[in-house]
């Protein structure tokens, strides 16, 4: 930079040594205005630098915060993802085992509960034989202390005798009395049939009696003592089943927490990944363009110390050899016209060759003059040229300068808007999917409301024919009890002494219509029992369902929920994306409206180029220089 001056000094320094006024004071004054410029253009380049540096150190420290930040945050995310995964996985292998165990305990209780009907079932009949059985033999005993035959009992002691026979064949089956005994009145019993006389003994009787009620006690205990164990053994049971179904509930609803928390972790980690990239690629491209800068600053620094120092020696070297300065300036004063004249031809030919008017308009006005004013004109030309070079070099640097850091701004704002567009458009997306998950979710938990209420409305109308239907069975064994009651009353009322032929036709008259009442009775009491069971059934039918319609409606209304608020904060966040947007939006367009603002300034050079007039301008300084040399 320093070498580009020293010819024209020199020119500067032969053309005033021509002058009658202090020529040599006049170029240690324009060396003094260069160094004062180089001295000023240097320290606007430090200060320009420095304020780089700064900001180029405040952003690279800001940058490296946040990638130590976002460094932080993907581990925690990380973390949080591999929690959730291990919480999911764990509900995932404990459901299947809990509802296994849900569906063993339900099969068994329900064993427990035929078995304990079938038990019950097998303890009435039982308990009606040996009541029957009682029954017999508290008749016979009281009837055959008034008989003396078997032709003289009447109907229903007849019935009791067979009954009381039947009955010590089943206890000596069982075991119930002892052999002797139970031989002793069946003997007794036989020889009074065949009308032989004789008394086997109150005591006897009175065994067989004892023994029978013993039995009846015994039996009645015995079921009671199992019903009791049986009614524990179920609500053992049932708190079981709804201790592991609460538990199934905790980790169902446990699942979903963490499959939520999993999703959140999972957008949060591709969030901070995607913004540690771009602030990893903004400081290597700070790093480059700050580099860029330095050697270029450290070029230009050297340079305008260079030129100082040249400017320096220069003044030394003039102020040192003032006297053959003056001796110059005067053998130029005898120059001749012939000079004159080759050196406004050369002007005129730089004017034709490049167009210049100036030049031109200057070969004319300097052939009117007297020649001293030539090498004034020509070096005014040459200066004004000069500045009109530094001026375009200035303006280039200049729309170099503010295009390049107006489109790297253009892109950062494209690259900003184009991020928020993708996060806005992912939130929408994210929106409609929560909204179509949640209305999914509303219809299932109405189509569970609306299968519970018909199942409600049949389990209604069940329960109203069980109830009208118990009431009519109940009706009619109550009705043929009391029937069987009135006819046995009637057909027993008869005296008897009467003969066997009479109570035989009394027997044989009243004997069909009990026979058929006492069926109709045990078909209405079997009738009652089995509607009973299978009124139980349904209700136990209708209660589970109930409680898995209810579970089942808990879980999608926490799912319901769970979308909603998940939805309320993306629409919050696309609330701030959208003014987010609008602010880049607006950023990019004074950006935008920047750049077509100095579009006219600086693209105005299109033809002829910055470079193509650089050139030209070089050449008519060049050639006005050689005219300079040859009027000196």
């Given at each position: 930079?320093?070498?580009?001056?020293?010819?024209?000094?020199?020119?500067?320094?032969?053309?005033?040594?021509?002058?009658?006024?202090?020529?040599?004071?006049?170029?240690?004054?324009?060396?003094?205005?260069?160094?004062?410029?180089?001295?000023?253009?240097?320290?606007?380049?430090?200060?320009?630098?420095?304020?780089?540096?700064?900001?180029?150190?405040?952003?690279?420290?800001?940058?490296?915060?946040?990638?130590?930040?976002?460094?932080?945050?993907?581990?925690?995310?990380?973390?949080?993802?591999?929690?959730?995964?291990?919480?999911?996985?764990?509900?995932?292998?404990?459901?299947?085992?809990?509802?296994?165990?849900?569906?063993?305990?339900?099969?068994?209780?329900?064993?427990?509960?035929?078995?304990?009907?079938?038990?019950?079932?097998?303890?009435?009949?039982?308990?009606?034989?040996?009541?029957?059985?009682?029954?017999?033999?508290?008749?016979?005993?009281?009837?055959?202390?008034?008989?003396?035959?078997?032709?003289?009992?009447?109907?229903?002691?007849?019935?009791?005798?067979?009954?009381?026979?039947?009955?010590?064949?089943?206890?000596?089956?069982?075991?119930?009395?002892?052999?002797?005994?139970?031989?002793?009145?069946?003997?007794?019993?036989?020889?009074?049939?065949?009308?032989?006389?004789?008394?086997?003994?109150?005591?006897?009787?009175?065994?067989?009696?004892?023994?029978?009620?013993?039995?009846?006690?015994?039996?009645?205990?015995?079921?009671?003592?199992?019903?009791?164990?049986?009614?524990?053994?179920?609500?053992?049971?049932?708190?079981?089943?709804?201790?592991?179904?609460k538990e199934l509930s905790v980790n169902t609803k446990g699942k979903a927490t963490a499959s939520e928390s999993l999703a959140q972790a999972q957008k949060d980690l591709a969030v901070?990944?995607?913004?540690?990239?771009?602030?990893?690629?903004?400081?290597?491209?700070?790093?480059?363009?700050?580099?860029?800068?330095?050697?270029?600053?450290?070029?230009?620094?050297?340079?305008?110390?260079?030129?100082?120092?040249?400017?320096?020696?220069?003044?030394?070297?003039?102020?040192?050899?003032?006297?053959?300065?003056?001796?110059?300036?005067?053998?130029?004063?005898?120059?001749?016209?012939?000079?004159?004249?080759?050196?406004?031809?050369?002007?005129?030919?730089?004017?034709?060759?490049?167009h210049s008017t100036a030049l031109i308009s200057l070969s004319y006005r300097a052939s009117a003059d007297p020649f001293a004013k030539v090498r004034g004109m020509v070096q005014d030309?040459?200066?004004?040229l000069m500045q009109e070079a530094a001026e375009a070099a200035d303006q280039k640097a200049f729309c170099d300068e503010e295009q390049g850091k107006s489109r790297k701004s253009k892109?950062?704002?494209?690259?900003?808007?184009?991020?928020?567009?993708?996060?806005?458009?992912?939130?929408?997306?994210?929106?409609?999917?929560?909204?179509?998950?949640?209305?999914?979710?509303?219809?299932?938990?109405?189509?569970?409301?609306?299968?519970?209420?018909?199942?409600?409305?049949?389990?209604?109308?069940?329960?109203?024919?069980?109830?009208?239907?118990?009431?009519?069975?109940?009706?009619?064994?109550?009705?043929?009890?009391?029937?069987?009651?009135?006819?046995?009353?009637?057909?027993?009322?008869?005296?008897?002494?009467?003969?066997?032929?009479?109570?035989?036709?009394?027997?044989?008259?009243?004997?069909?219509?009990?026979?058929?009442?006492?069926?109709?009775?045990?078909?209405?009491?079997?009738?009652?029992?089995?509607?009973?069971?299978?009124?139980?059934?349904?209700?136990?039918?209708?209660?589970?369902?109930?409680?898995?319609?209810?579970?089942?409606?808990?879980?999608?209304?926490?799912?319901?929920?769970?979308?909603?608020?998940?939805?309320?904060?993306?629409?919050?966040?696309?609330?701030?994306?959208?003014?987010?947007?609008?602010?880049?939006?607006?950023?990019?367009?004074?950006?935008?409206?920047?750049?077509?603002?100095?579009?006219?300034?600086?693209?105005?050079?299109?033809?002829?180029?910055?470079?193509?007039?650089?050139?030209?301008?070089?050449?008519?300084?060049?050639?006005?220089?050689?005219?300079?040399?040859?009027?000196?």
């Amino acid at each position: 930079m320093a070498s580009k001056h020293v010819p024209l000094l020199c020119m500067v320094c032969m053309m005033l040594g021509a002058q009658s006024v202090s020529p040599v004071q006049k170029v240690l004054g324009l060396i003094d205005e260069m160094a004062v410029k180089v001295k000023a253009d240097r320290d606007k380049a430090v200060e320009e630098f420095t304020a780089y540096s700064q900001f180029a150190f405040k952003a690279d420290r800001e940058k490296s915060y946040a990638l130590k930040k976002s460094a932080e945050n993907i581990e925690a995310f990380n973390a949080a993802i591999v929690d959730a995964q291990a919480t999911i996985a764990s509900h995932e292998e404990a459901i299947p085992d809990i509802s296994s165990k849900i569906s063993e305990a339900s099969s068994k209780l329900d064993e427990a509960v035929a078995l304990r009907q079938k038990e019950h079932e097998d303890f009435l009949a039982a308990e009606k034989s040996l009541v029957s059985d009682i029954e017999a033999l508290e008749t016979v005993t009281e009837t055959l202390s008034q008989q003396a035959s078997f032709a003289q009992l009447s109907p229903k002691a007849k019935s009791g005798i067979q009954a009381l026979r039947e009955g010590l064949a089943r206890m000596a089956d069982a075991e119930f009395v002892l052999n002797g005994p139970a031989k002793q009145v069946a003997a007794f019993l036989q020889a009074r049939e065949e009308g032989e006389a004789g008394n086997p003994g109150t005591d006897v009787l009175n065994v067989v009696k004892e023994k029978f009620q013993e039995s009846l006690k015994k039996s009645r205990r015995k079921e009671q003592e199992t019903q009791a164990a049986h009614d524990s053994m179920v609500m053992d049971a049932e708190n079981e089943i709804k201790g592991l179904k609460k538990e199934l509930s905790v980790n169902t609803k446990g699942k979903a927490t963490a499959s939520e928390s999993l999703a959140q972790a999972q957008k949060d980690l591709a969030v901070e990944t995607k913004g540690e990239k771009e602030d990893q690629a903004f400081k290597q491209e700070l790093k480059r363009d700050y580099d860029i800068r330095a050697r270029d600053f450290e070029v230009e620094f050297k340079d305008a110390n260079a030129e100082l120092n040249a400017l320096s020696q220069a003044k030394a070297i003039l102020e040192k050899k003032f006297a053959s300065f003056l001796e110059a300036g005067r053998h130029a004063l005898i120059s001749n016209d012939g000079q004159k004249v080759r050196a406004l031809r050369l002007i005129q030919q730089l004017g034709q060759r490049y167009h210049s008017t100036a030049l031109i308009s200057l070969s004319y006005r300097a052939s009117a003059d007297p020649f001293a004013k030539v090498r004034g004109m020509v070096q005014d030309m040459i200066e004004k040229l000069m500045q009109e070079a530094a001026e375009a070099a200035d303006q280039k640097a200049f729309c170099d300068e503010e295009q390049g850091k107006s489109r790297k701004s253009k892109e950062e704002k494209d690259m900003s808007l184009a991020k928020t567009t993708a996060r806005i458009e992912k939130a929408d997306s994210a929106v409609a999917t929560l909204t179509e998950q949640k209305t999914m979710l509303s219809k299932e938990v109405a189509d569970l409301d609306t299968e519970m209420k018909e199942a409600t409305e049949i389990r209604t109308s069940e329960k109203a024919v069980f109830d009208k239907t118990e009431k009519d069975l109940s009706e009619s064994v109550d009705a043929c009890g009391a029937a069987i009651q009135v006819l046995r009353d009637y057909y027993e009322g008869a005296s008897l002494v009467q003969v066997k032929v009479t109570a035989g036709a009394k027997t044989q008259g009243g004997g069909g219509i009990l026979d058929v009442l006492d069926y109709a009775a045990s078909d209405f009491s079997k009738q009652l029992s089995d509607i009973r069971v299978a009124e139980s059934e349904a209700v136990a039918k209708y209660d589970a369902l109930a409680l898995e319609s209810k579970q089942l409606r808990a879980v999608k209304e926490v799912e319901i929920k769970s979308k909603e608020s998940e939805t309320k904060s993306l629409k919050t966040s696309l609330s701030d994306y959208n003014e987010d947007k609008e602010g880049v939006s607006a950023e990019l367009q004074a950006v935008v409206d920047y750049l077509n603002e100095l579009k006219p300034k600086c693209e105005a050079e299109a033809p002829p180029s910055y470079a193509e007039k650089k050139a030209a301008r070089d050449a008519e300084i060049q050639g006005l220089k050689e005219a300079l040399q040859i009027l000196e």
